[in-house]
């Protein structure tokens, strides 16, 4: 499906196919979903936005068509009625924007939470090579309660599987923007509650926030990103069992941390701001109303995602002057 905007570095390497963007002018990308990988539904969407902003005002979903509105811009177009925010249905792929109940026009306040990286990213240089590795005491707790079983797949095989934290103790800062009750020692988090066995191949792509754990939804598994054959080792929902296996809420943690990490932002302005592009524009010659002398269309720059853009905001500007000449009796 071609996209009628622009993709963001972000949007592309996620293979976004459903958009979700502000009712402001110029729009902007507030969230974004590879649905090929795992189909949502309005319902779902809204407990997931709840689970990041629990006090978000209520809103719903309409589906929009999006049109240049600028160069790297763009504008939002009504072609639709409401989505239902308890529809169970999944939701089609395209384009939609946030509309507030009580019709405000502003930016949902879910734009103040900055997208995460991965946390295998977010690990400064001088940060401890062993911050993913599960503490001796720790995993000694695990073994004697879970005997080597993986709590994603059920796969009992002490050669394929190794210990993992569900939410690393080291990244406990995430969570105090979220308002949580839980303790701001990390030791709270370096407990057998908060860790367990995986398969060795699905763990980096856990780690890495590639899939993770919708606790609330019967604990199903959400894949954000392709995992290629890993994905193939994923049940629909994990092995649970009583007394065995990670807490949810230590699961519930890595989701709403991945949703941040998967979801949140990628318009293209992240990628090019103002600057940026009047800058490009003075390089090719176009920058101003009374420009001359463009450069050739064989520049290379002219090939560039940007260097299109301003072409294509040039080609619509003359073809806007000219049908207006046209229109013009003297």
Same mark, same amino acid.
């Given at each position: 499906?071609?996209?009628?905007?622009?993709?963001?570095?972000?949007?592309?390497?996620?293979?976004?196919?459903?958009?979700?963007?502000?009712?402001?002018?110029?729009?902007?990308?507030?969230?974004?979903?590879?649905?090929?990988?795992?189909?949502?539904?309005?319902?779902?969407?809204?407990?997931?936005?709840?689970?990041?902003?629990?006090?978000?005002k209520p809103f719903t979903l309409h589906p929009v068509t999006v049109h240049q509105f600028?160069?790297?811009?763009?504008?939002?177009?009504?072609?639709?009625?409401?989505?239902?925010?308890?529809?169970?249905?999944?939701?089609?792929?395209?384009?939609?924007?946030?509309?507030?109940?009580?019709?405000?026009?502003?930016?949902?306040?879910?734009?103040?939470?900055?997208?995460?990286?991965?946390?295998?990213?977010?690990?400064?240089?001088?940060?401890?090579?062993?911050?993913?590795?599960?503490?001796?005491?720790?995993?000694?707790?695990?073994?004697?309660?879970?005997?080597?079983?993986?709590?994603?797949?059920?796969?009992?095989?002490? #050669? !394929?599987?190794?210990? *993992?934290? =569900? @939410?690393?103790?080291?990244?406990?800062?995430? &969570?105090?923007?979220?308002?949580?009750? %839980?303790?701001?020692?990390?030791?709270?988090?370096?407990?057998?509650?908060?860790?367990?066995?995986?398969?060795?191949?699905?763990?980096?792509?856990?780690?890495?926030?590639?899939?993770?754990?919708?606790? #609330? !939804?019967?604990?199903? *598994?959400? =894949? @954000?990103?392709?995992?290629?054959?890993?994905? &193939?080792?994923?049940?629909?929902?994990? %092995?649970?069992?009583?007394?065995?296996?990670?807490?949810?809420?230590?699961?519930?943690?890595?989701?709403?941390?991945?949703?941040?990490?998967?979801?949140?932002?990628?318009?293209?302005?992240?990628?090019? #701001?103002?600057?940026?592009?009047?800058?490009?524009?003075?390089?090719?010659?176009?920058?101003?109303?009374?420009?001359?002398?463009?450069?050739?269309?064989?520049?290379?720059?002219?090939?560039?995602?940007?260097?299109?853009?301003?072409?294509?905001?040039?080609?619509?500007?003359?073809?806007?002057?000219?049908?207006?000449?046209?229109?013009?009796? #003297?």
């Open positions: 499906m071609t996209s009628s905007h622009i993709l963001s570095t972000i949007s592309a390497r996620l293979e976004r196919d459903t958009f979700i963007f502000s009712t402001t002018a110029p729009t902007r990308l507030v969230l974004g979903l590879n649905q090929r990988l795992t189909p949502v539904s309005s319902t779902t969407i809204h407990r997931w936005i709840r689970l990041i902003t629990p006090t978000v600028g160069i790297m811009s763009y504008a939002i177009e009504l072609n639709g009625e409401d989505i239902p925010a308890d529809s169970t249905e999944a939701l089609p792929i395209g384009n939609y924007a946030w509309y507030w109940s009580d019709g405000e026009r502003a930016y949902p306040e879910i734009t103040a939470f900055t997208r995460l990286a991965p946390f295998p990213e977010m690990k400064a240089h001088n940060d401890p090579d062993t911050l993913f590795d599960v503490l001796p005491l720790v995993a000694e707790a695990v073994r004697q309660r879970d005997h080597h079983q993986c709590f994603v797949t059920g796969i009992v095989s002490p #050669d !394929d599987v190794g210990l *993992v934290w =569900v @939410f690393p103790p080291y990244f406990i800062y995430l &969570l105090f923007s979220y308002g949580d009750p %839980f303790s701001s020692d990390p030791e709270f988090f370096k407990t057998a509650s908060n860790a367990g066995f995986m398969h060795k191949r699905l763990m980096p792509f856990y780690l890495g926030n590639a899939f993770s754990i919708d606790v #609330d !939804d019967g604990h199903r *598994v959400v =894949v @954000f990103r392709d995992m290629g054959s890993a994905q &193939l080792l994923l049940p629909s929902h994990i %092995f649970t069992r009583d007394g065995q296996g990670p807490d949810d809420k230590f699961l519930r943690e890595h989701f709403r941390v991945s949703l941040q990490v998967n979801l949140l932002g990628g318009d293209i302005c992240e990628d090019y #701001d103002h600057n940026d592009i009047l800058s490009m524009m003075e390089e090719l010659g176009v920058e101003g109303e009374d420009y001359v002398e463009p450069l050739p269309l064989t520049d290379p720059r002219w090939q560039t995602v940007l260097g299109k853009a301003i072409f294509e905001d040039v080609l619509l500007s003359k073809t806007t002057v000219a049908c207006l000449d046209d229109l013009d009796p #003297d």
